[in-house]
């Protein structure tokens, strides 16, 4: 099961990542933990050392994954044909969350109890200027899509914005929490998003945390803007999330107030009552990877990379 935590900068998505890890943590069930912000800020929430520089987006890392996912891959002729949407088949490697001497999991993730951390990292100096997040994300879209989650959950905190639909990450969730403040920004960015995800075919999959609640007068606003059906529940304005954050300690679900805990209910509530689409999961992949290779500067540089989809491969049988 895999979760991402999207919205505009600042409306809480680190907050709402780490206290659903803690929640889920009690399941005992491996966590992959993603930390998709240019500025990291999950670890120290969620009880690692914030100063790691461990990330998946320099390019020694990038090289290495790559190679090991491409495995016997043959649809991949080298490894700058390994794009951002290129699919797996079944002669490609795959993070496997269920075990614990997983190359990926064992080298570019930092563990504690039933947790992975994995830092997607930020721009390298030499690529001031010259570069743009998406690239760092391209990693993560590789790892997600060669990914075997089915005992374990994922949760992402995604950078701001709406980087999500700039390539395939949106189509690589099986929920997207979209977290909303009451204000009119909140409920603009709300509107934003859901004609993206209705446009990306992934509207079904998008709620709506109304966070920052103050009271009545402000759930009312967001309904009257956004379906009920759609809103999962509240994040109140927390004193110990304020405290918390000036302190700069981890958060700890059981710390947190009464009323603030029926969103954790109502969204592992949501997490167990959805069985992940492979399928259609796949299906939008290879939509977006015929749709990537078919602009003109992929077409010139490396021909018809339509062929690295593999028809045969059943992705149940991963
Ligand atoms: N319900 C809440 N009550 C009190 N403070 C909150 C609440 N939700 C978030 N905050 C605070 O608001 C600030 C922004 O939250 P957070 O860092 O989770 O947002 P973000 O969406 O991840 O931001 P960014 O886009 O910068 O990554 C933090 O200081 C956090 O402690
Ligand atoms: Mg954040």
């Known amino acids: 099961m895999r979760i991402a935590f999207v919205g505009k900068g600042g409306s809480g998505k680190t907050t709402l990542s780490a206290l659903t890890i803690d929640y889920l943590k009690k399941t005992k069930l491996p966590i992959l933990a993603i930390d998709a912000d240019i ?26 994954i790559k190679t090991y996912l491409k495995g016997d891959n043959n649809r991949i ?56 997040y998406h690239n760092n994300l391209a990693i993560l879209e590789n790892i997600l899509s060669h990914l075997i989650d089915r005992d374990g959950y994922v949760v992402s905190d995604m950078v701001a914005g709406i980087d999500a639909f700039a390539g395939s990450l949106h189509a690589q969730f099986d929920i997207l ?18 004609e993206l995800a209705k446009a990306a075919g992934v509207d079904n999959l998008l709620f709506v945390i109304g966070n920052k609640i103050k009271n009545e007068k402000d759930k009312d606003f ?34 947190i107030e009464e009323n603030n805990m029926d969103l954790f209910f109502n ?52």
């Not at 299906?283 to 690295?308: A, C, E």
């Open 39 to 64: 500025n990291m800020h999950l670890g120290g929430l969620i009880g690692f050392d914030n100063n790691t520089k461990l990330n998946i987006s320099d390019s020694d890392s990038i090289k290495k």
């Open 77 to 132: 002729k080298s490894l700058v044909e390994f794009r951002k949407t290129t699919p797996p088949n079944s002669l490609s490697n795959f993070v496997n969350l269920s075990n614990k001497d997983d190359y990926i999991l064992s080298n570019y993730v930092i563990k504690k109890d039933n947790i992975y951390l994995m830092n997607v990292g930020t721009y390298e100096k030499g690529e001031i200027g010259a570069s743009c």
């Open 177 to 194: 929490f979209l977290s909303v403040e009451p204000t009119r920004r909140g409920v603009d960015v709300y509107n934003q998003y859901i």
């Open 222 to 255: 967001l309904k009257s803007f956004i379906p009920e059906n759609k809103i999962v529940g509240y994040l109140y304005l927390s004193e110990y999330l304020s405290d918390a954050d000036q302190e700069c300690s981890p958060l700890d679900i059981d710390k």
């Open 267 to 318: 969204i592992g509530k949501m997490i167990n009552s959805i069985t992940p689409d492979l399928k259609s999961r796949f299906k939008k992949l290879y939509k977006l990877h015929k749709k990537y290779v078919s602009q003109d500067s992929i077409k010139d540089r490396f021909g018809d990379l339509t062929y690295q989809i593999d028809s045969t491969f059943d992705p149940s049988s991963i």
